[in-house]
């Protein structure tokens, strides 16, 4: 079965920073496109930023110019840097990932389990 394990979630102030990376593994032939996502209580879940198998990125206007996204293909990992936090970036961010398993296969949306954000002083 294919995973993601996501990891570098947690509590930082106003203003910080934070690194998240979602890993990949299990039965997989190729990976297409990865992307974060997040969700506050209460609300619908956005995309903050994606980025496709040649590293092209695209982002959310609310986090343009303070998130990076990037991938390492060798790792089958994707990872989010995020700087100049404010409170309202805290939210659960989940990884997500399309997936072929096999050769001709179809493709399919995976996702990770989520990894709390809290900023806060």
């Known amino acids: 079965q294919v995973q993601l394990v996501e990891s570098g979630g947690g509590l930082v102030q106003p203003g910080g920073s934070l690194r998240l990376s979602c890993a990949a593994s299990?039965?997989?032939?190729?990976?297409?496109?990865m992307g974060w996502y997040r969700q506050a209580p209460g609300k619908q879940r956005d995309v903050v930023a994606d980025i496709t198998s040649g590293g092209l990125p695209n982002y959310a206007d609310s986090v343009k110019g303070r998130f990076t996204i990037s991938r390492d293909n060798a790792k089958n990992t994707v990872y989010l840097q995020m700087n100049s936090l404010n409170p309202g970036d805290t939210a659960v961010y989940y990884c997500n990932a399309l997936i072929t398993r096999v050769p001709g296969g179809v493709q399919f949306s995976y996702w990770g389990q989520g990894t709390p954000v809290t900023v806060s002083s």
């Open positions: 299990g039965s997989i032939f190729s990976i297409n496109a």
